[in-house]
């Protein structure tokens, strides 16, 4: 029996029409679509922003809703993504093609690479297809340039004292989820004595999207931070 082909497909920031062509191609054929969620409870983001082409879909599919849990411990992650490439893997063996769905791009900090690198080890056929990021997507919304002519752009997932030792040498800093470390992230930006302009987006191209200037305050987990330095020091 031939077996299934996995497809890593990133389906954007959050607003549908954002899905590239091919995207909706591939999610118009695929046999599985496998939708990870941080929750039990919580139902998973990108699975809702495919609805709209899942509720045109004239075949049947299936549904594979594996747990990666928001958790640090390295140990324990790595149980649930040999878990969800185990289920993926049974797929695949059934002749099935099985699409692995990621906010944003799925080469850019996505739990899709975790699994990737688990079945890309084995004999099965794989592709990945692009999408537009967060932070491009927050860009837009914000009707921002992130980079010009010779500047360098710097994508922060965690702030921590790297981003300290580095400010200096960037023009534009992306800060990914920054609700979870805002005082933070607040100290070392105010540390730099450049002018400087300060974005926050929550909730990209949803319908709730949020765009003010300055850091975020509340708690909101999809909240990125834009911070363009005007001149170097």
Same mark, same amino acid.
């Given at each position: 029996?031939?077996?299934? /082909?996995? %497809? ?6 959050? &607003? ?5 062509? /091919? ?77 692995? %769905? ?8 996505? +739990? ?9 080890? !084995? ?9 537009? +990021? ?17 500047? %360098?752009?710097? %994508?922060?997932? #965690? ?11 960037? &023009? +534009?800093?992306?800060? !990914? ?9 607040? &100290? ?17 191209? !949803? ?11 509340? #708690?909101?987990?999809?909240? +990125? ?6 001149? /170097?020091?």
């Amino acid at each position: 029996m031939k077996k299934g /082909k996995f %497809i890593g497909i990133g389906v954007g920031p959050g &607003d549908p029409d954002l899905l590239t062509v /091919k995207a909706v191609k591939t999610l118009n054929e695929v046999d599985v679509i496998c939708a990870p969620k941080s929750s039990k409870s919580k139902p998973s983001v990108a699975l809702s922003i495919i609805d709209p082409v899942l509720n045109d879909r004239k075949s049947e599919y299936e549904t594979l809703e594996p747990l990666f849990p928001m958790i640090e411990n390295k140990k324990e992650l790595q149980k649930y993504w040999a878990d969800a490439a185990q289920v993926i893997i049974e797929k695949l063996n059934e002749g099935l093609d099985v699409a692995f %769905i990621t906010l944003g791009d799925p080469s850019v900090y996505s +739990t899709f690479s975790y699994v990737f690198k688990i079945i890309e080890g !084995m004999d099965f056929e794989t592709m990945v297809i692009p999408g537009i +990021t967060s932070f491009t997507g927050c860009a837009a919304s914000a009707k921002m340039q992130l980079a010009e002519k010779d500047e %360098i752009m710097v %994508i922060v997932p #965690k702030v921590d004292e790297r981003l300290s030792q580095i400010m200096a040498c960037g &023009d +534009t800093f992306v800060i !990914m989820k920054t609700s979870r470390h805002s005082d933070m992230l607040e &100290d070392i930006i105010n540390q730099d004595k450049r002018d400087k302009e300060i974005i926050s987006v929550q909730n990209c191209s !949803m319908n709730d999207e949020k765009i003010f200037d300055g850091f975020v305050e509340d #708690k909101k987990y999809l909240s +990125t931070t834009i911070v363009k330095f005007k001149n /170097k020091k």
